[in-house]
């Protein structure tokens, strides 16, 4: 990955290797110590020659800019390009020309599919056979169909308190489910534990500094869908700050 430079703790600058599959900074204990992708934009602007004509089959058109080898083999379901709608009646209620950008059509019917997409693909590139998260629903569907699609094993850690109904999709797929007797906190826990005993990959927002990555091609697509009328405010609902 040569136009990336490295990956980079946003809390004491400590830099590491990205082709070395790291999650947090060692300097600091877990969430806080968040890395951050960096890039060569230099060679990025010498290899992106994609047209600028508004046609997005996928996300993977802007594949210049996301953090993942040459000669990985992108694990896609065709996520991304989905449509930036008007929205006149909301547009006249706040006195705003709105927008709205619509990833509730991403193929397992979840936003979170852009960020999956890079991170299973990351996983099958580095020859790991299981990926993992803890999830409450939405991240175990996106990943349960990314990991059927890329033939690798989804091992899934959900509060036992999750409703069925959110975990028909992971089964459908063929995912291990498996219900936590606790919280979303302890859920999460234990993903990481298993994470760090057999090596899985684990797909955890909250550390895995490859995720927000795939989220920001939202931000390309958006720069191309409106070329002539670039928005001036972007507005959205923020969980653990992934999106």
């Not at 959900?158 to 936590?180: F, H, R, S």
């Not at 606790?182 to 993903?191: K, T, V």
């Not at 191309?224 to 700050?241: N, R």
Request: some cysteine; hydrophobic content about 35%.
């Amino acid at each position: 990955m040569r136009h990336v430079r490295a990956l980079e703790c946003t809390r004491c600058g400590e830099t590491y290797d990205p082709d070395h599959l790291r999650y947090t900074c060692a300097n600091h204990p877990g969430v806080e110590g968040i890395l951050e992708v960096t890039y060569d934009y230099d060679l990025i602007q010498e290899r992106f020659d994609e047209p600028l004509d508004g046609r997005i089959e996928s996300q993977w058109k802007y594949r210049a800019f996301l953090p993942v080898a040459d000669d990985a083999e992108p694990v896609t379901l065709q996520e991304g390009g989905t449509a930036l709608h008007d929205a006149p009646r909301l547009s006249e209620a706040l006195g705003v020309d709105t927008r709205i950008k619509d990833d509730g059509r991403n193929p397992t019917g979840v936003l979170k599919d852009r960020a999956t997409s890079v991170s299973v693909t990351k996983a099958a590139h580095a020859g790991r056979e299981v990926v993992t998260c803890a999830s409450t629903g939405n991240a175990a569907a996106s990943l349960a169909g990314y990991a059927a699609r890329g033939g690798l094993d989804c091992r899934l850690f959900v509060p036992n308190d999750t409703p069925k109904e959110k975990l028909a999709q992971p089964l459908v797929y063929g995912a291990d489910v498996l219900a936590v007797r606790g919280s979303y906190d302890e859920a999460y826990d234990l993903s990481m534990n298993v994470t760090d005993e057999y090596g899985w990959y684990n797909r955890n927002a909250a550390i895995n500094p490859f995720q927000v990555e795939g989220k920001r091609t939202v931000g390309h697509e958006l720069a191309e869908q409106t070329q002539a009328d670039v928005p001036d405010w972007l507005v959205f609902s923020m969980g653990d700050g992934c999106t």
